[in-house]
């Protein structure tokens, strides 16, 4: 199983961009899938999850700009970014908790880089 990323980019305070992470390989079935992201110096940090069911959770410093969504059919989690901020710059890494033919059950993707700059 291998999670691919991509999306990330640079973009002006103000703009947009549009993750994607698609999931491939053997998979019976996927629960949460989330983005997390890391700046230089800090630790990694949750963005947002999706569980199955199509709950989600935020961390505060996105909630009203930022949006998870999944296609179940595709295996893909996107994260809808608006309004970006300097602040939002980092590398975005994908997560699912996946349920395939080996005991391994957390899979991350390899990171997209986000850059939000004028």
């Known amino acids: 199983v291998q999670l691919q990323a991509s999306g990330g980019g640079l973009v002006q305070p103000g703009g947009s961009l549009r993750l994607s992470c698609a999931a491939s390989g053997t998979i019976f079935r996927i629960n949460n899938m989330g983005w997390y992201r890391q700046a230089p110096g800090n630790q990694r940090e949750l963005v947002a999850n999706?569980?199955?069911?199509?709950?989600?959770n935020y961390a505060d410093s996105v909630k009203g700009r930022f949006t998870i969504s999944r296609d179940n059919a595709k295996n893909t989690v996107y994260l809808q970014m608006n309004s970006l901020k300097p602040e939002d710059t980092a590398v975005y890494y994908c997560k699912a908790l996946i349920i395939t033919t080996t005991p391994k059950y957390e899979y991350w993707g390899q990171g997209t880089l986000v850059t939000v700059s004028s």
């Open positions: 999706i569980i199955s069911g199509g709950s989600t």
